[in-house]
């Protein structure tokens, strides 16, 4: 036994296996050639991040568009930050957006599939297997030095070379210890971590391949990068490669802010023999700032940073999909539009399709493509999302969000306890609502998402009760003293029916409008205004504002059937009161 493989059994003598058991036990997969393996290995620090969730939409649709295997790994080295309950919400978000990994940790906290734990705190023994490995083959060291764990920019102690191109070469002086001066800090209870000892020399250049950047040519990496640190648990450095690899991973996808550290996981893989996985690094997602600059999603900034905004503003989980899919492969838009109706898993999704840009977050056009989705739901399935909704709405997301904005918060301002009751008691009655306008070849695109509906139908759903003018939304139109829209509104109320069919209806309002003096033919008002106190389009806003408080509405025939004879009459009455 050289001295190597003595200071390997002196820092790691419980590790009693070899590396050929776990590669014995994690056997290649029998998959098709083509067959991805994917995994989404997040750290349980928090909510789910939107630009998280758009890696993950990535490793589900690359492994499901090749036949392969799409994992949920936990990485949950960083005891440190760790937020109880993120691991849950994490998986909680994938399934709610119809993502359910093939393999790996799962809700109720166990483990699914023959490549685990999928928990990374559960695998030290496998870890500590390969560290003990480079160790005993000279490639990795102990080192006693009192620094930060894993910190890489503490160099008081360490040996520099700083050339004309900005590069450090960092060397730990530990790694040139003796087997006694190992065996005198262990007597004397010093705490060390492990670290691989780097090949790298000031000037060195490495190829490395991206699926969609390609190749490139980058600085090899010039330090001693931790492996293992004093608490015996690695960094993601020297985890992901030793999991990838036992887990058959074939392609990482993760954001471009780990390209810097890219050298560093090569010469890793490199160290244990692995066949390196394939990368793909993805751009970051970004928006418009204060300052109209570009800049990344910021977790302490932006509401959209969280996933649960999306589900806490009622946006459609297909609406979501689709728009990060757009996003992902920029011919989704012409495929979408050539398959209006077609399965969204029917898209063609290729890796190589993925920008390199970093893409605007446009919640713009996510609220576009949600309305365009909504309009094609059956008034069933909008009832049954908004009721859901309303049920769910998380007041305590709503608080976190509301100290984030401070005076830009802007609330609902609405009883959700009240607009679920309404709706569960009133089934029927919703349904019909939810109906006007839908089934019709150009269905109207009002509502985006289902935060929309209280305001929308407020007048529907027992949220518009008005007490004076202030609460008609009248645009430019001055109410106030109006006789003409009081004498019309008056009249119409005394021939409003419920059993009206729209012809009868609607010559009712043009007899109406004719009496008080509006004109009903557009053409004679245009030629003779002053003759007139107004003309038929204007006679119908002043009813629509006394039913529903809006100058635009769906189809106001529809409304008062829905409402039927009693409601309108009051609304009608309502607002003659008022006017006065």
Known sequence: MNDYEKIAELIFPNIKKDVSYWENKYKPRNLDANAEVTRFAPSP?????????????????LAKSTGGIFMFRLEDTDKKREIAG????????????????????????????????????????????YAKKLVALGKAFPCFCEKPEGKQDVVEKREQVLNDIGQVEEKDPCRNLTLKEVENLLKAGKKFCIRLKSNGKVGDKIKVFDVVRGEREIGANLKDVVLIKDNGIPPYAFAHPVDDHLMRVTT???????????????????????????????????????????????????????????????????????????????????WRAKNPNADVAEFPFSAKKIGTSSPFFDIVKLEDVSKNIISKMTAEQVYENTLD????????????????????????????????????????????TFAIDRYTQKPRK?????????????????????????????????????????????????VFSDADDKETWFNKIKEVAKNCNFAIDNKEFKLNPECYVGNLAQACTYIRIAITGKTNSPD??????????????????QFIEIIK
């Open 45 to 61: 620090t928090g909510y789910m991040h939107i630009g998280h969730f758009f890696g993950a939409n990535l490793d589900y649709r």
């Open 446 to 494: 009002d509502i985006a998402k289902w935060s929309d509906i209280p305001t929308y139908f407020n007048y529907m759903f027992g949220l518009f009760n008005p007490s004076s003018l202030s609460d008609y939304n009248c645009g430019d139109i001055n109410l106030k003293y109006n006789q003409h829209a009081l004498s019309l509104v008056k009249e119409y109320k005394h």
């Open 556 to 573: 106001l025939y529809s409304i008062c059937k829905v409402l039927k004879d009693d409601v309108v009459k009051q609304r009608l009455q």
């Open 252 to 334: 990482v996808i993760r954001g471009e802010e780990w390209i810097s550290t890219w050298p560093q996981h090569v010469e890793i893989f490199n160290a244990l023999n692995f066949e390196p996985v394939k990368y793909i690094h993805t751009p970051v997602l970004c928006k418009i700032g204060e300052n109209g600059n570009k800049r990344k999603i910021s977790k302490s900034k932006d509401p959209e940073a969280d996933m649960r905004f999306y589900i806490q503003a009622g946006i459609p989980k297909q609406a979501v999909t689709e728009y990060l899919l757009n996003i992902m492969n920029s011919n989704f838009e012409d």
């Open 389 to 432: 909704w309303a049920l769910n709405y998380d007041e305590e997301f709503e608080n976190e969000t509301k100290q984030k904005l401070g005076e830009n918060y802007n609330g609902l301002n609405v009883d959700l306890k009240q607009l679920a009751k309404f709706l569960q008691e009133n089934k029927q009655f919703a349904i019909d």
């Open 86 to 129: 993120s691991d849950i919400v994490a998986l909680k978000t994938l399934k709610y957006y119809d993502i359910v990994p093939d393999e790996g940790f799962t809700i109720d906290r166990t483990n699914k599939g023959d490549y685990g734990p999928y928990r990374q705190s559960d695998r030290v023994e496998i870890y500590q297997t």
